[in-house]
């Protein structure tokens, strides 16, 4: 696989001129969206004070309020369409394909939520999730498969007096790699919040009461312990698991992305959550593609998504003593 600055190149001196001619692209929609808006605000602006005179309930108000924050959301999303598309197509399917000639690129697709539902990581299988997603990569690296998408992942929650409702559980990058051997037990590595917010000693104590996912697992590593807390059915498979190489290298990795870092290990499968807050392979219409940040932004995701299986090094030697 390509390395960083190596990508770099191919981005400036391949993509470039592309870049300069989606630029012009998104000058004259940043333009036209403000427009748009400026009218449409003004619009429901009218609106909001004729229904503030014919005195409106407070409830159906609000209700108004939100439907004009979302109806822009919607708004943005359909004026950019055209571009976002023209932005994956001839930028992010070059990217991937100058990472590795194995990987391919799915824009419109995502990774079937029975992965998700299989990692245990935000929901147990019981629970019924809806999935959606986009900006799908697959293929092999170094003979190891591996998946990669992001996903917007929704539970059901029941409620007998309030009804079912969908709650939000994950949005960022998942990625799912297999391995040469089958697992008997079931290890999770998560992030440590309870220790940060409550201390050493509290903290402690609270991973203790934590069954859902196995039995806490101590590990010998302080700055690991420090970031993650591990959860196993199979106290010893999970320390040959997670030797102190491979603690190493999960901190390098939760300190590349700076996003909370969850991992699982069930079956053959590794299954890696990196939580984000925003969609990461679609440019903004207010942010210049040429800027050097921006450029960097992309970059270094995709890289450091795709050589995650190399970083954790998942070979067969890894799994051969388990």
């Known amino acids: 696989m390509k390395t ?3 990508l770099t190149d191919v981005y400036y001196t391949r993509l470039y001129p592309i870049l300069e001619e989606l630029e012009v692209q998104r000058k004259k929609l940043k333009t036209k969206i403000i427009n748009i808006g400026i009218v449409y605000n003004v619009v429901a602006l009218i609106i909001f004070f004729l229904l503030i005179s014919v005195h409106i309930e407070l409830g159906n108000l609000y209700a108004y309020i939100v439907f004009v924050i979302f109806s822009q959301l919607f708004l943005y999303k359909y004026l950019s369409k055209d571009y976002v598309d023209n932005f994956k197509q001839k930028i992010m399917f070059p990217l991937v394909n100058s990472l590795s000639k194995n990987l391919t690129y799915m824009p419109k697709l995502f990774i079937p939520h029975s992965y998700f539902q299989r990692s245990q990581l935000f929901v147990s299988r019981d629970y019924e999730i809806k999935v959606n997603g986009d900006d799908y990569i697959r293929g092999k690296i170094d003979d190891i498969e591996v998946q990669i998408s992001e996903l917007n992942v929704e539970k059901k929650l029941q409620n007998k007096t309030r009804g079912d409702k969908w709650h939000g559980c994950f949005h960022g990058l998942f990625i799912v790699s297999e391995f040469n051997k089958k697992l008997k ?3 999770f590595v998560l992030p440590d919040s309870a220790q940060k917010i409550f201390g050493t000693q509290i903290g402690n104590f609270l991973q203790s009461t934590n069954t859902h996912t196995g039995k806490l697992v101590k ?15 199979d106290q010893i498979e999970a320390r040959y698991i997670l030797t102190p190489a491979m603690m190493e290298r999960i901190l390098q990795l939760k ?3 700076k996003h909370p870092l969850h991992l699982s290990f069930i079956g053959n499968y590794i299954y890696i959550a990196i939580e984000y807050n ?3 392979f ?3 219409v207010f942010r210049s593609l040429l800027e050097y940040k921006i450029a960097m932004q992309y970059l270094q995701t995709l890289h450091l998504a795709i050589g995650i299986v ?3 090094k998942l070979n067969q030697k890894l799994w051969s003593k388990l």
């Open 185 to 187: 037990g079931q290890t």
């Open 278 to 280: 925003k969609d990461l």
């Open 255 to 257: 300190n590349s992305f």
């Open 282 to 284: 679609e440019p903004s």
């Open 219 to 233: 590990m010998d590593n302080i700055n690991f312990e420090k970031e993650f807390v591990v959860y196993s059915t």
């Open 4 to 6: 960083i600055s190596e």
């Open 310 to 312: 190399e970083e954790l």
